[in-house]
């Protein structure tokens, strides 16, 4: 059975930094592309990062560009979000996803975890 | 960048009643990166049809999809209570790599 299990969220200043992570099990995880996806409080869904099953391409959008890093540890199973510079409307559940067999969908989400950006 | 506009934004339908919602695009979008996810409240979102028309495991066969283009859309040929949720329209953009949502449907018990 496919589990993805986030952690690390939690509430931060503007302008602080956070990292979350993401624990992968009941799959190769080496095999597939990796996603981090948010839902901002309005229900709206934002793809947040992209990386390849090697590691060695990421993609972002321009609202996270240069403040959102994404990583993965092939060999623990792990995949992780380097936030910072953050924002009010960086205020999201945030959600680690599995590729499917092209990466062009979201096969399978993690249950969230909430990060809130607030003074 | 494409911008998918999904209507309506809410709907109610009686149980066994047919019901239809769409994902228009303001550009054209390939087949093949048309998806439709399901959420329940408190619940991560589910791959529900993948490249327009292709049930995800475990979807009921009363659920399908169809389109091409610029209009896609998501069918329940007879309404059932387990399907209450919201449903997202989804697309993939190859260059570059970008991924958009739509703003949901929610679907409601008549």
New interface residues.
């Given amino acids: 059975e496919v589990q993805l299990v986030e952690s690390g969220g939690g509430l931060v200043k503007p302008g602080g930094s956070l990292k979350l992570s993401c624990a992968a099990s009941g799959f190769t995880f080496s095999d597939y592309y990796m996603y981090w996806v948010r839902q901002t409080p309005e229900k709206r869904l934002e793809w947040v990062a992209t990386i390849s099953d090697g590691g060695s391409y990421t993609y972002y959008p321009d609202s996270v560009k240069g403040r959102f890093t994404i990583s993965r540890d092939n060999a623990k199973n792990n995949l992780y979000l380097q936030m910072s510079s953050l924002k009010s409307e960086d205020t999201a559940m945030y959600y680690c996803a599995r590729g499917g067999s092209l990466p062009a969908w979201f096969a399978y989400w993690g249950q969230g975890t909430l990060v809130t950006v607030s003074a | 960048q494409i911008v998918l506009t999904q209507s309506p934004a809410i709907m109610s339908a009686s149980l066994g009643e047919r019901v239809t919602m769409t994902c228009t695009a303001s550009s054209s979008v390939s087949s ?2 048309l ?1 439709w ?1 399901q959420q329940k409240p408190g619940s ?4 529900w049809i ?2 327009t028309s292709n049930l ?1 495991s475990g979807v009921p066969a009363r659920f399908s999809g169809s389109g091409s283009g610029t209009s896609y859309s998501l069918t329940i040929s007879s309404m059932e209570a387990e399907d209450a949720a ?1 449903y ?1 329209c ?1 697309q ?1 953009h ?1 260059s ?6 739509g ?2 449907t929610k679907l409601e018990i008549k």
């Fill in positions: 093949s990166y998806h996810y991560s979102p589910k791959l993948y490249s995800a919201t997202y989804h993939y190859r570059p790599p970008i991924f958009t949502f703003s949901g």
